[in-house]
């Protein structure tokens, strides 16, 4: 499943970058994403040992004119220690006006092979990855920021 989100920030592309590479550089993407992944599925699942994220990877940023992208995968471990669903991904940091930068994630959720494709799962597993991305945008935001954007006001519905 494909899934897409942008949030604006009022911070600089270059401001940005830099602070999105700094990030990247400190390990602190685990950290982020562990939270969001958490966030996530708390407030899509409200089942617990549905899954918890065991492997945060990605590349250093990577400037391409004015926009920057992070690439990033999550493997997340069902209650059986199977691996539930991976995300790939790329974050990109592009200029929004003179003073401002849209972080967005363009991504494909990929559930566990023999999956069963219901129209209940595939929705189910598309809240859970909406609701993921939201947080992991947020909390991107939040620290580019310097601000608390975890509990923003309502916003416009996932991009699909």
């Known amino acids: 499943m494909f899934i897409a989100d942008e949030i604006p920030v009022p911070v600089s592309a270059g401001a ?7 990030m990247a ?19 899509t699942a409200q089942v617990p040992g549905v899954s918890e994220l065991v492997h945060v990877r990605h590349r250093e940023p990577v400037r391409r004119g004015a926009v920057t992208v992070l690439t990033l995968r999550w493997e997340a471990a069902g209650p059986d220690g199977a691996v539930f669903p991976v995300l790939d991904a790329d974050i990109t940091l592009a200029p929004h006006g003179d003073q401002a930068t849209l972080i967005g994630l363009d ?9 069963p494709g ?18 992991l945008l ?3 935001a939040d620290v580019i920021t310097g601000s608390n954007l975890s509990h923003p006001p309502p916003a416009s519905a996932p991009r699909q």
């Open 25 to 43: 550089g400190a390990g602190s993407l685990d950290g982020i994403s562990q939270a969001a992944w958490s966030d996530g599925i708390t407030r």
């Open 138 to 140: 947020t909390q991107i």
């Open 118 to 135: 219901t129209a209940p799962g595939e929705a189910f597993l598309h809240r859970i990855a909406a609701a993921t991305i939201r947080a």
């Open 107 to 115: 991504g494909v959720y990929r559930p566990p092979a023999g999956t």
């Open 16 to 22: 940005a970058a830099a602070r999105l590479a700094a």
